[in-house]
């Protein structure tokens, strides 16, 4: 091995193990690199090696994980698990970071297929430890076969609140009570797309089915939730909410809520693509065509990384992506391409039918960021306040790049990852202008913190990593196959 | 506040939390052990000296920060167990990166 590789696929959650087992079938030479040490990606997450004596819990749609993640690994597509990638040059070398010890892989067509992240939504309280993300807690009974010992609330919207609550109930866990806070209003906007959703597939039969297993179970789902507020001092304690006009509490040692998932942009903003607004999925979006092509040429996007529309559709955009990778290495003609793709974009098509229903749905409503409580930090890193972000509005900050300014938030070591989207979605509430208007968060490498040591390693120009004075985009640096890159790459084999 | 439901069959590692030594499955995240070992807190923070547990456990929040063998400002959900391993919470400004 040589540090070098045809294709780079970064993420190995269904996305990316679908785009690289399509580049492999034309003969290229494909590697995929996650942080996590096994691959399956978010919703497949340690499927191949669950710490849970059965799985059947979790429910079917993890179970269809195992065939793909086998089929990956029977694959032999090389596999750099427990990795991170902190940077992409401008020449599509890789940086990577394995133990604390940096390398570099340089590629000729990188899939960045780095998933979703869970939308924060603050309220008072949810810097309390005991308050989690869903997310967090089905990567805790994924990845390590870990629960609520003594009873968790679920609170929230989007499918996750309900999903993660049917789960602990099958796990036995005690689930206190699930607030759903879906506002009355979003069933009406809702309503008009429910038979383009029933096209779907069987989405909404599986919702209702949790529903029912949830109330059978005597979990008390509240619905018409609003303004939940976290209470305790050290820890959250319980958590109180709005319902029906009545103030409720429930004491609680923990706390999962859910908003929905927006796409994980830190490295797509990082490397120079423009991103717009989707009002419908309310997110930034990184501009890709049908095949994840994006303007930074040899730079492809698949997945939820590109817009969310679930794991099917993710594993479909995979192959998408990697068949136009396969294109333009001159493995396949373009009719070829488009032969191979066309029965994946009309899968993709239908699948998507369930969208425009879900998206209406779930839609975070926009008064929920003017009901953001002054006291509640918006940047948790920097404990930035909204209160202060709003000063810093009333002064003239008019979106995240000049609030981070005025206030630090999303300085910390987050780098604005949890509160970039409601600094801009606070914006477009104060000043009264569309979301589309307001400044994309600028993201830079190195997407994580690195020790200086790390960088002196490799024989970088630190300097050029850091300060506010480094352009958006990578610096292209030439730095030859050092010894770490190596080792890294022999243990990866 | 949290349990795990693994079989106790499962190969394990012997670290030290804050101290203590703790038997953990092998393959587990810092974050995952401390939970399940009781500290719901794993830092507190630079400015108010509040205390932050694990929130997102996939490696965005930054609220996992712990000191790992006298390193600070580890990220406990992104690092797995390793025998000998010595986890110690973190606190405020001192230790917290700009
Ligand atoms: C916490 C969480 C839980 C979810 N659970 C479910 C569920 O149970 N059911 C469901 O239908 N949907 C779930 N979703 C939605 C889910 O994201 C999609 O359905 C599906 O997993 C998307 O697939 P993907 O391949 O696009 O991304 P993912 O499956 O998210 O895979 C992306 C991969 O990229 C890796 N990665 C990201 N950044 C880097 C980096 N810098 N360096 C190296 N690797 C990186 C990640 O480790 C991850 O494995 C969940 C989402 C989240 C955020
Ligand atoms: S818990 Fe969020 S980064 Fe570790």
Partial sequence: MTGRTECAVIGAGPAGLAAAMTVAESGVDVTVIDSAPEPGGQIYKAVGRSPLPDTSALGPDYALGRKLVAAFQESG????????????????????????QASFLQAERIIIATGAQERP??????????????????ILVKSSGVVPSEGVVLAGLGPLVLLVAWQYIRLGVEVRAVLDLT???????????LPAALLAGNYLAKGLRMQWDLRRARVPIHTGVRLIRALGTDAIEAVEFVTWGRTRRIETPVLMTHFGVIPETAMTRAVGIRHDWDASQQCWRPKADIWGNTEINGVLVAGDARGIFGAKSAEWSGRLAGLEVARSLGRLSREERDAKGAPTQKAMTRDHRVRPFLERLYAVPDHWWKDVPDAAAVCRCEEVTAGDVRAAMRAGAVGPNQVKAFTRAGMGPCQGRQCGATVASMAAQE????????????????????????????ELPAAELSGEASADQAPGMDVGGSKPQRALLEDAE | MFKRLTDASRPKVTVTINGAPVEVPAGE??????????????????????????????????DCLVRIDGVPNRQGCRVIVADGMEITHQSGARELKP
């Fill in chain 1, 183 to 193: 506002p009355a209003a979003n069933y009406l906007r809702a309503a008009p797309h």
């Fill in chain 1, 121 to 138: 939504v603050p309220f008072e309280g949810w810097t309390l430890p005991g308050v989690m993300n869903a997310g967090a807690g089905q």
């Fill in chain 1, 77 to 100: 597509i090389r596999h750099i698990g427990a990795t991170d990638v902190w940077m992409i040059t401008d020449d599509r070398k890789i940086a990577l970071l394995r133990n604390d």
């Fill in chain 2, 29 to 62: 995240s810092v974050a995952a052990a401390l939970i399940v070992h009781g500290e719901r807190a794993c830092r507190t923070t630079a400015v108010s000296a509040s205390a932050r547990g694990p929130y997102c456990m996939m490696g965005v929040c930054h």
């Fill in chain 1, 431 to 458: 000043t009264g202008r569309p979301i589309g208007e307001i400044d994309l968060p600028r993201s830079r490498f190195p997407l994580k913190p690195i020790d200086l040591g790390t960088l002196a390693a490799l």
